[in-house]
């Protein structure tokens, strides 16, 4: 029996290129489509809030340029990402709407909270693009935000990483990782997984975080049925 009805997937941009760091690989986005499709199949409620650091790496990329252009170029770079999973899921035949908080109505529906819901109520997956639209905000936090907002009984960060570590696991070969850790915790020892602001927001709305490797087969069906998978912040 899965132990979560409603759930928001933080899939990050870089999780969509694979190995290759850059661009989408569709070899990859297939295997990420067939854990949705059977995370989809339990019955659960999806909404997926995708990055874009695949293609766009924010002020990172050109340090002199403005913050806020940096920032909208990174919100448009989500909407590519978007396109393409929602293409891929279609192919699935996972039913699946893209919205978007700027809005581009040629391509996706504009971001309306309602109209999210009604489509989560049908079945269908939900894909939410352009953070919260605004500069300044992560998609961590665009990811904490819509979850609140659609009330998701959990928060899944989809990484290319495992879980949650004491340091940088690819940096310090005795890294520790956590299995369980509190969001003050994680805010107090700061720790760079997610955005002090986005677990702020969970915190707030008793929303569980969990962070664990998407390249692994049924990760995310595993978390929707509560069985242990990389760390939940709680």
């Known amino acids: 029996m ?22 989408l690989d569709q070899g990859v986005i297939e295997k990420i489509v067939k854990q949705i499709k059977a995370a989809s199949e339990l019955g ?18 050109n340090s002199s340029m403005d913050r806020t252009t940096a920032d909208h170029m990174g919100m448009l770079a989500t909407v590519i990402n978007a396109l393409a999973l929602e293409d891929a899921l279609e192919t699935a035949g996972v039913r699946t709407r893209v919205q978007t908080a700027i809005p ?8 309306i909270l309602k109209r999210a819901r009604r489509h989560l ?29 659609i009330g998701a009984d959990a928060l899944l960060c989809a990484k290319n990483v495992d879980g949650i570590y004491d340091s940088d696991p690819k940096l310090n070969k005795k890294a520790k990782k956590y299995e369980r850790i509190s969001y003050m915790d994680v805010i107090s020892r700061q720790l760079t997984a ?41």
């Not at 939410?128 to 990811?143: E, H, L, M, R, V």
């Not at 986005?198 to 664990?212: D, G, R, T, V, Y």
């Not at 390249?215 to 990389?230: F, M």
């Open 2 to 23: 899965k132990k979560y009805k409603r759930i928001v997937i933080k899939l990050s941009g870089e999780a969509l290129a694979g190995k290759g760091g850059f661009g």
């Open 44 to 61: 659960t409620e999806i909404a997926i809030v995708v990055g874009g650091g695949n293609f766009w790496r924010g002020r990172s990329a």
């Open 121 to 149: 109520e049908k079945g269908r997956v939900v894909i939410f693009a352009c953070g919260t639209g605004n500069p300044y905000f992560t998609t961590d936090t665009g990811a904490a935000l819509r979850a609140a907002e």
């Open 194 to 234: 997610l955005d002090p602001t986005s677990i702020q927001l969970c915190m707030e709305n008793k929303i569980p975080i969990i962070a664990f490797s998407v390249t692994v087969d049924d990760n995310i069906k595993k978390a929707v049925l509560g069985e242990s998978v990389g760390t939940i912040i709680c």
């Open 104 to 111: 581009v109505e040629r391509v996706a529906e504009p971001y």
